[in-house]
Protein backbone atom coordinates (compact mmCIF):
# COMPACT_ATOMS: atom_id res chain seq x y z
CA UNK A 1 0.00 0.00 0.00
CA UNK A 2 1.60 3.45 -0.88
CA UNK A 3 1.02 6.70 1.34
CA UNK A 4 -1.00 8.25 -0.82
CA UNK A 5 -3.38 5.02 -0.40
CA UNK A 6 -3.01 5.39 3.41
CA UNK A 7 -3.51 9.25 3.73
CA UNK A 8 -6.62 8.31 1.54
CA UNK A 9 -8.08 6.27 4.04
CA UNK A 10 -7.84 8.69 6.44
CA UNK A 11 -8.42 11.51 4.38
CA UNK A 12 -12.20 9.75 3.28
CA UNK A 13 -12.88 9.75 6.73
CA UNK A 14 -12.51 12.92 7.74
CA UNK A 15 -14.28 14.42 4.96
CA UNK A 16 -17.01 12.53 5.49
CA UNK A 17 -17.58 13.11 8.83
CA UNK A 18 -17.23 17.21 8.08
CA UNK A 19 -19.60 16.64 5.31
CA UNK A 20 -22.19 14.82 7.42
CA UNK A 21 -21.47 17.98 9.79
CA UNK A 22 -22.19 20.52 7.56
CA UNK A 23 -25.11 19.04 6.09
CA UNK A 24 -26.64 20.16 9.55
CA UNK A 25 -26.04 24.05 9.29
CA UNK A 26 -27.93 27.33 7.74
CA UNK A 27 -25.72 27.94 4.74
CA UNK A 28 -26.13 24.14 4.26
CA UNK A 29 -26.05 24.22 0.43
CA UNK A 30 -23.10 26.39 -0.09
CA UNK A 31 -21.07 24.99 2.54
CA UNK A 32 -21.01 21.73 1.47
CA UNK A 33 -20.23 22.91 -2.36
CA UNK A 34 -17.36 24.19 -1.11
CA UNK A 35 -16.24 21.67 0.78
CA UNK A 36 -17.04 19.04 -2.28
CA UNK A 37 -14.95 20.98 -4.33
CA UNK A 38 -11.88 21.48 -2.29
CA UNK A 39 -12.06 18.41 -0.99
CA UNK A 40 -11.73 17.09 -4.75
CA UNK A 41 -8.99 19.03 -5.42
CA UNK A 42 -6.97 17.42 -2.06
CA UNK A 43 -7.94 14.32 -2.75
CA UNK A 44 -6.56 14.36 -6.17
CA UNK A 45 -3.51 15.96 -5.33
CA UNK A 46 -2.69 12.89 -2.65
CA UNK A 47 -3.76 10.34 -4.39
CA UNK A 48 -1.17 11.42 -7.52
CA UNK A 49 1.63 12.22 -5.19
CA UNK A 50 4.37 9.51 -5.22
CA UNK A 51 5.36 7.91 -1.94
CA UNK A 52 8.82 9.80 -2.44
CA UNK A 53 7.17 13.50 -2.60
CA UNK A 54 5.22 12.76 0.54
CA UNK A 55 8.00 10.89 2.49
CA UNK A 56 10.39 14.09 1.51
CA UNK A 57 11.22 16.47 4.27
CA UNK A 58 8.90 19.33 4.70
CA UNK A 59 10.35 22.32 6.76
CA UNK A 60 7.83 24.46 8.35
CA UNK A 61 8.49 27.65 10.23
CA UNK A 62 8.23 30.90 11.15
CA UNK A 63 11.15 33.14 10.24
CA UNK A 64 14.22 31.29 11.95
CA UNK A 65 12.11 29.48 14.43
CA UNK A 66 11.60 25.96 12.89
CA UNK A 67 8.01 24.68 14.15
CA UNK A 68 8.30 20.84 12.07
CA UNK A 69 10.70 19.39 9.99
CA UNK A 70 9.18 15.92 9.23
CA UNK A 71 8.25 13.68 6.07
CA UNK A 72 5.05 15.64 3.91
CA UNK A 73 2.80 12.76 4.97
CA UNK A 74 3.42 13.49 8.54
CA UNK A 75 3.16 17.33 8.14
CA UNK A 76 -0.38 16.90 6.02
CA UNK A 77 -1.61 14.18 8.78
CA UNK A 78 -0.78 16.74 11.98
CA UNK A 79 -1.64 20.04 10.34
CA UNK A 80 -4.64 19.08 7.56
CA UNK A 81 -6.12 16.13 9.46
CA UNK A 82 -5.87 17.10 13.10
CA UNK A 83 -7.29 20.88 11.71
CA UNK A 84 -9.79 19.17 10.07
CA UNK A 85 -10.89 16.99 13.23
CA UNK A 86 -10.78 20.05 15.59
CA UNK A 87 -12.86 22.45 13.35
CA UNK A 88 -15.45 19.88 12.59
CA UNK A 89 -15.60 19.09 16.50
CA UNK A 90 -15.76 23.07 16.99
CA UNK A 91 -18.98 22.63 14.78
CA UNK A 92 -20.47 20.08 16.41
CA UNK A 93 -20.25 22.34 19.64
CA UNK A 94 -21.97 24.67 17.68
CA UNK A 95 -24.52 22.56 16.68
CA UNK A 96 -25.16 21.19 20.35
CA UNK A 97 -25.29 25.46 21.24
CA UNK A 98 -28.42 25.58 18.87
CA UNK A 99 -30.42 22.71 19.73
CA UNK A 100 -29.39 20.91 16.58
CA UNK A 101 -28.46 17.23 16.38
CA UNK A 102 -24.55 15.95 16.23
CA UNK A 103 -24.13 13.62 14.23
CA UNK A 104 -22.18 10.56 15.27
CA UNK A 105 -18.93 10.55 13.68
CA UNK A 106 -16.25 8.18 15.75
CA UNK A 107 -19.28 6.71 17.63
CA UNK A 108 -22.76 7.45 18.85
CA UNK A 109 -23.61 10.72 19.75
CA UNK A 110 -26.14 11.76 22.16
CA UNK A 111 -28.76 12.51 19.05
CA UNK A 112 -27.87 9.61 16.84
CA UNK A 113 -26.59 6.35 17.24
CA UNK A 114 -23.52 4.69 15.88
CA UNK A 115 -24.52 3.82 11.77
CA UNK A 116 -27.02 6.42 11.23
Known amino acids: MTISEILLQDFDTEISNTR???????????????????AAACRKAIAEASDEALAAPWKFSFGDQIISHSPRSLAFRQMCFDHLIHHTAQLGVYLRLNDIPVPA???????????S
Do not use: C, F, H, M
Request: charged fraction near 30%; aromatic fraction near 6%.
Open 105 to 115: LYGPSADEQWG
Open 20 to 38: RTLERVTTRANALQKLDES
